[in-house]
């Protein structure tokens, strides 16, 4: 480390700058005539033929000296020096600079970046240079500034990269994504792009990503019927990328519940539709705030007479493409209603819990859909469903004395028969245990037969059959309430207690 050079301010010797010869030996000698000079300006004062007089050169010395007590256990600059030295826009980045430990959210992050992007495009001035850090890594993003630049790309050890060949004619064909590891390719040519890769390689492995133009266009999904009534689902932005084969188109709707992919040949004559629904969209929101739930499950009641069709706004034109053309429609269009109409399902029985349903999971079953089925009629009110002729049930009772028969006769007490559940039904539910309240039913019409054994005649029994036109209603207990706990682990299903 080089720290300077000290000077005398009058010379040590005769012919030398400032020689004075009324000093002494030791006055020569003595720190008094030093000052401490940076290697470029202790040559010009040490020069024979220098300009600086004595007078200057004290002046000099006393002002560091004054600066450098006033600047003891300071920064290495003063507020003063510095807004005397730069311009106001200079100063703001450079307060911010010094105080960064004590304002941190203020630290000039953009700058820094800023200036690192233009010394990496000063490496080669073919190219801009746009610097991003995502998580751990720091991703460079290189474009050419003019039309042509020439590269030499030397890929090597193919068969060793999995799915490569797959890709690669992805990439020739539709303009697709190509990733190479850095470990397989290098770039001759700049020497930006060579000392990117090269410390690619040495700190931690990186990759090529190689890709036709990505381009956007505006699509709109609708359902339309053979009437030729249309519903609008969602408006959204289509990407779409060329190769030397075809067009592909790939975009999301509905917050990404529900992805779209076309395509069509260079040639005209190939074109393909295909479009899936998931529900990931939806992890970790509650049933009854799910984004966009009204219109997708409005478009759902529709296609059982109708199709979805999406269509892109090429120019002044509208591109239409129809699911009847997507592979398996059919069974989407099914897969689709369904899926839609069991959310409508758990949200109804949602809108009755104690605590927020949230969708933990997006596991659908045809078993669960049953029971969402039965205690979503039972929501609205009992159910009344006819009984077929037989006995309903039997067991012994206790006889109480002051009772008969007559007398509860005349109360009505066998004209029905009551049955209530010992427990309700506990099930999943997209990753939650729902506890629902017990089922009560309630049988009319019904017949009573009393009877004693010989052989225990203290043990009088019942049965109780149905007569014409036998009915049963069934209802939720109105004393219970329905309760989200956690998902059963038993029972990946349903647990259904006995009655």
């Known amino acids: 480390m080089n720290l300077g050079v000290a000077c005398h301010i009058k010379a040590a010797a005769p012919l030398g700058p400032r020689y004075d010869p009324e000093q002494t030996s030791e006055e020569r000698k003595h720190f008094d005539n030093g000052i401490w000079m940076c290697q470029t300006h202790s040559r010009l004062i040490d020069a024979d033929q220098s ?57 000039p992050v953009a700058e820094f970046m800023r200036g690192h992007e233009l010394s990496l495009a000063s490496l080669d001035p073919r190219f801009t240079v746009d610097v991003n850090k995502n998580g751990d890594r720091y991703e460079y993003f290189i474009q050419p500034v003019g039309e042509e630049v020439s590269l030499q790309l030397i890929i090597e050890g193919t068969d060793k990269i999995e799915g490569y060949l797959a890709a690669e004619k992805a990439f020739l064909e539709e303009g697709r994504e190509l990733v190479i590891p850095s470990d397989h390719y290098r770039l001759e040519g700049s020497r930006l792009i060579e000392e990117l890769h090269g410390k690619a390689q040495v700190s931690q492995k990186g990759t090529l990503t190689m890709s036709a133009p990505k381009s956007e266009l505006a699509g709109t999904l609708c359902v339309r019927t053979e009437e030729g009534h249309e519903t609008l689902v969602d408006t959204f932005t289509f990407y779409y990328t060329s190769g030397t084969v075809r067009t592909v188109f790939e975009g999301a709707v509905l917050e990404g519940l529900v992805a779209i992919r076309a395509q069509c040949s260079r040639d005209g004559r190939g074109t393909k539709f295909d479009i899936s629904i998931s529900f990931d969209a939806w992890r970790g929101k509650d049933v009854l705030e799910l ?83 039965q205690y979503n009629k039972l929501i609205d009110g009992p159910v009344i469903s006819p009984l077929d002729p037989k ?73 109780v059959y149905t007569t014409e036109d036998p009915a049963v209603t069934t209802l939720l207990h109105p004393d219970d309430s329905w309760r989200v706990g956690e998902a059963l682990v038993a029972s990946p299903e349903a647990s259904a207690q006995g009655e």
């Open 51 to 107: 300009n600086y007089s004595v007078e200057e050169l004290l002046e000099w010395k006393r002002a560091a000296e004054v600066r450098a007590n006033a600047q003891l256990n300071q920064k290495s600059f003063t507020e003063k020096e510095v807004r005397g030295a730069v311009d106001e826009g200079s100063i703001a980045l450079l307060q911010r600079f010094t105080n960064m430990s004590v304002d941190p959210v203020n630290a």
């Open 291 to 373: 984004p966009r739930f009204s219109r997708l499950a409005k478009a759902a009641k529709l296609l059982s007479t109708g199709r979805l069709v999406f269509e892109l706004e090429m120019g002044d034109q509208l591109v239409p493409y129809d699911s009847r053309s997507a592979e398996g429609s059919d069974d989407f269009h099914t897969q689709i209603g369904w899926m839609i109409r069991y959310v409508e399902l758990a949200r109804k029985i949602a809108a009755e819990c104690d605590a927020p349903v949230v969708m933990i999971n997006t596991e659908m079953s045809p078993e669960i859909y049953s029971i969402l089925r």
């Open 391 to 463: 006995m309903l049930c039997n067991g012994e009772f206790d006889y109480t004395e002051g009772f008969t028969f007559a007398s509860l006769e005349k109360q009505g007490i066998f004209a029905m028969l009551r049955i209530s559940e010992s427990a309700g039904v506990r099930f999943n539910l997209f990753g939650q245990s729902i506890q629902a309240p017990r089922l009560s039913r309630i049988c009319t019409n019904v017949n009573w037969v009393f009877y004693t054994d010989l052989e225990a005649k203290g043990k009088p029994k019942f049965e």
